[in-house]
């Protein structure tokens, strides 16, 4: 089992609907961030959070320490949101302290 | 600053000769990984500096794989005799830990996409 999971793996929706994308993690975190990956590999933090909700424009994500998950929210998708989110966790336990744990990520194809 | 940069950006090699990737990162940022990622997979952890220190090593990082950080800042992956299996995408990012040793969001480079042929 991967020590972080994401669902779905795919994810096709139309224009202006909401999405949701999910992550639950089987270690002890300091952080969980959201990233976005575009064709040609290029990676952007979305998000970072410990705790709680962060809202930027029309995404939102939210973590649940108690049940290890968190969720990817985007509001009135667009096309241009096709992408592939991936969830990535910084372990604090054991070996792993201070590593990025990577999910294999969610291909959102977002149609006009 | 503009960021997290890798050179080069593509690398066309013939299996077993050696190849070098850099990752220059974001300047005050202390800590630094190396990631591969292979078509349809999210990335593999190989390897994370914290200064000049290598903290960590994956399973996945063979003798073959080696990795320097000299002064803390740039970072230099080697691959020797490459391999077929090797050609992927390899990723470097950075971060900075700050207080109590809380990380701060990890920015990516665009990666250096290895071929093997």
């Known amino acids: 089992k991967n020590e972080v999971e994401q669902s779905p793996q795919n994810l096709t929706a139309q224009e202006g609907e909401f999405i949701t994308i999910n992550c639950s993690y089987s270690?002890?975190?300091?952080?969980l961030h959201w990233l976005q990956q575009h064709p040609g590999g290029g990676i952007v933090s979305l998000f970072m959070?410990?705790?709680g909700k962060k809202k930027h424009g029309r995404l939102i994500a939210t973590i649940n320490i108690q049940e290890k998950h968190s969720s990817l929210h985007i509001t009135a998708s667009h096309p241009r949101d096709s992408a592939v989110y991936i969830c990535?966790?910084?372990?604090?336990?054991?070996?792993?302290?201070?590593?990025?744990?990577f999910g294999k990520g969610t291909k959102l194809s977002v149609k006009p | 600053d503009t960021g997290v940069s890798q050179d080069p950006r593509h690398k066309i090699t013939k299996r077993g000769q050696n190849v070098t990737f850099r990752c220059d990162p974001i300047?005050?940022?202390?800590?630094l990984y190396w990631y591969r990622q292979t078509l349809g997979q999210g990335p593999e952890f190989l390897t994370y500096?914290?200064?000049?220190?290598?903290?960590?090593k994956s399973r996945l990082l063979s003798d073959r794989f080696s990795a320097e950080r000299p002064k803390g800042s740039f970072s230099t992956l080697e691959i020797q005799r490459t391999e077929q299996g090797d050609s992927a995408m390899y990723l470097c990012?950075?971060?900075?830990?700050?207080?109590?040793?809380?990380?701060?969001?990890?920015?990516f480079g665009q990666g250096t996409r290895l071929t093997v042929v």
């Open positions: 990012a950075s971060s900075s830990t700050i207080g109590q040793g809380l990380n701060t969001e990890a920015f």
């Open positions: 270690v002890g975190i300091s952080a």
């Open positions: 959070l410990s705790s």
């Open positions: 990535a966790v910084l372990s604090d336990s054991g070996g792993s302290q201070g590593n990025l744990i």
């Open positions: 300047s005050e940022h202390n800590r």
């Open positions: 500096f914290q200064n000049e220190a290598q903290l960590e």
